[in-house]
């Protein structure tokens, strides 16, 4: 111990994690510091208890599906040396710092998304190579397991090794027929041996890079040159993006984006348009697309702040696990109401292949995308992606945990997360001021107040890049940076005014529901009952208020 134990779907780390549980790795004692370490941490959101269930149990998971917050207690236990098992995927072995003793392979194969293939001897390296504490261990430990079907079969023979009649009535388990490739022995020696495949730069010229290369204090043009000529693509790659970076540029310049000084001025060649705000960015690939298609918007328009909201998710990536469930919850709802209708089987699954996830404003998106994509050649394979997210969260007014169980989501929060921050930083960093109306502005207050109280994590560390001021408390060595975030957050009374309207809305709403357990979690509620009594169970009075209120 420790063991982290290498799964290839975030559904079988889940159930890794809770199999483990029958084990009792801890004892006594180390149960109690689990409990001390636990104590004061909250675990808010639908997956929180399962996390908090596993960490007590000295049992960590780690994968991209969960929240931040999550992964660094995680992180923190583990460096601590709290935890036996950590169950987790194959990314570990990109630099996360969850020191391990042994590396358990549950399988050498894995499905790359198009086909399902032994590991490359470089992911079995870089996930193998964690094994073994820096400063603690002479050496680590990499086991894999055999298949399956492979086990079972060595069992059932080990058991019909002495009766010739079970041995002739022996039927093996065969391996899975999808999911899955042959791995041996032989397998896991000639991994541990193979040369890693050789690295393949790729390196792209983006909107957001030139204008944080271009904005530099000096020669902006040329440091980008340097930059392509730098890179480990080959030659011919190169020649590409440097037809491709002059293609951005050139449209950046169309825009007033960037502008060039006049000739024979001492002070930047290049600058920023000073109209655009202080932090203004273009870190998506199609953001221009994006801003150019705002202006053909209009500002009027009742539906003005939602359309704008489903322009910004249509150039975001598509989080397909949470559009699938999307889908899947349409066709249930379809099927039912077709079946009620006594439309015929053939037919419903006919129409149910036929359905789509949500895409509002698609029809504008695409049409205004081919046209914007006709006059650009350097978008090249790039594609809009319409969906309704974001949208669907501010039309329903959900919190996230609403949302999560709404779909079955609970192994995704952290994808759902990471959506939401997507949307909220295109909103502040690239739609123009003049382009927020008060609703676009509520939209931002709400998607702001909804990560605040799930995760700040990912809004603090973009603060902390983009805010001099930002103070970062490292404390000793044994302890995680915890930051504060000094900022009055009533300096600005619109802002205020809607971030206080959207936490009472989200307070009734939870009410409405007789969501009473969440309240009691997330709320203060001590001055609603009577002075000097003590409460144990706040959701079951907060009920009885509630019927009295009810009744009445």
Known sequence: FPVYIVHFTQRSVSDTAQNLISLNPCTKEEKKVLSEELRGVAFTSPFGKEIKKYLSAGIGLHHAGLLPKYRVLVEKFAQKGLLKFICGTDTLGVGVNVPIRTVLFTQLCKYGGIKTSILSARDFHQVSGRAGRKGFDDRGFVVALAPEHVIDNKRLESKAANDPKKK??????????????????????????????????????????????????????????????????????????????????????????????????????????????????????????????????????????????????????????????????????????????????????????????????????????????????????????????AREMFERYSNFADYIKMYGLPRMEGLLLRHLTNVYRVLENTIPPANKTEEVKEIVAYIEA?????????????????????????????????????????????????????????????????????????YVLDDLFETGSEVKWKDLELEKLMDVFYEA
């Not at 957050?489 to 009473?516: D, H, P, W």
Request: charged share 35%; aromatic share 8%; hydrophobic share 35%.
């Open 168 to 389: 002739r009535k022996l039927v093996k388990r065969k391996p899975p027929e999808r999911g899955y490739v042959h791995w041996d022995e032989q397998t896991f020696e000639r991994l541990q041996t193979a040369v890693a495949e050789p690295l393949e730069s790729r390196f792209q010229v983006s909107h957001g890079m030139l204008l944080n290369v271009l904005s530099r204090k000096g020669d902006g043009c040329r440091a980008m040159r340097r930059l392509i000529d730098d890179c480990h693509n080959t030659d011919f790659s190169k020649r590409g993006l440097r037809k491709k970076g002059f293609q951005l540029f050139r449209a950046l310049v169309d825009r007033k984006i960037i502008e060039i000084a006049p000739a024979g001025s001492s002070d930047q060649k290049l600058s920023v348009n000073v109209d655009l705000q202080d932090d203004f960015s273009l870190n998506q690939t199609l953001a221009l697309y994006c801003l150019d298609t705002v202006a053909l918007l209009d500002a009027e328009d009742p539906e003005y702040a939602l359309k704008l909201l489903s322009l910004v998710e249509s150039i975001l990536e598509n989080p397909d696990a949470i559009l699938r469930k999307q889908l899947d919850t349409l066709k249930t709802d379809k099927m039912a109401e077709m079946k009620a209708e006594g439309i015929e089987y053939d037919q419903r699954i006919e129409r149910l292949d036929a359905m789509e996830y949500p895409k509002p404003e698609s029809e504008f998106i695409y049409e205004t995308f081919n046209t914007f994509a006709r006059l650009h050649p350097w978008i090249g394979k790039e594609n809009i992606k319409p969906k309704s997210i």
């Open 450 to 522: 909804l990560l605040r109280r799930v995760d700040s994590s990912l809004i603090d560390e973009w603060e902390l890049m983009r805010n001099p001021e930002y103070e970062v408390d490292v404390g000793d060595g044994d302890e995680l940076p915890e930051r504060t975030r000094p900022v009055d957050i009533t300096q600005s009374k619109e802002s205020f005014t809607r971030l206080v309207r959207n936490e009472v809305f989200g307070f009734v709403s939870l009410l409405a529901n007789r969501q009473y357990q969440e309240i009691a979690e997330d």
